[in-house]
């Protein structure tokens, strides 16, 4: 099978549409589609949504956004990292690598990787090499955070 590939998703009306296809697409994951709304201005605005199509039909998505060093709690140095939210690949496209593809072209920017999974992903975070954060209750504020760091960073001591 060849690697899936990962697109950037235009911020348009048309993908909405395409993301009532998603099993969390309403109240769990609503702050997704408010983002995609709020965020609807022209085709070629600054979109953090990346997605995987086949055919015409999107079958994998995520969010993918910088977080700036100077906002950084999480890594040693304190640097740029990217926080990946709300991954999802519907049922029938599942363990066929599409997910798996999401996550490396995250890590091909080289950057930190901060993600907050959903109840029942921990094993699959953990097969694409990322570690839970030490727990910070005033930072982690109830989420158990998982992180990937590229070499030569760490994790900050809490």
């Known amino acids: ?18 993301f009532k296809y998603f ?20 085709n070629d605005s600054e979109s953090p949504f990346y997605g995987i199509y086949f055919g015409n ?4 998505r995520m969010s993918l956004y910088t977080v700036k060093a100077k906002y950084d709690k999480f890594f ?17 496209y599942r363990d066929q690598g599409y997910g798996k593809a999401l ?14 999974p959903r109840i029942n992903s921990h094993s699959f975070w953990e097969k694409m090499g990322f570690q839970k954060a030490k727990y910070d209750m005033e930072r982690d504020l109830g989420n158990n955070p998982l992180i990937w760091m590229p070499e030569g960073v760490t994790e900050k001591e809490v």
């Open 1 to 18: 099978m060849t690697t899936p590939k990962v697109e950037k998703l235009l911020i348009n009306y048309k993908t909405l549409e395409k």
């Open 76 to 92: 040693e140095p304190p640097q740029d990292y990217l926080e990946l939210w709300k991954l999802e690949v519907l049922p029938a």
């Open 57 to 60: 039909n999107l079958v994998a």
């Open 103 to 116: 996550v490396d072209f995250a890590k091909s920017y080289n950057l930190p990787i901060k993600t907050n």
């Open 23 to 42: 099993k969390e697409y309403g109240n769990q994951e609503l702050s997704m589609l408010e983002d995609l709304q709020n965020n609807i201005v022209e």
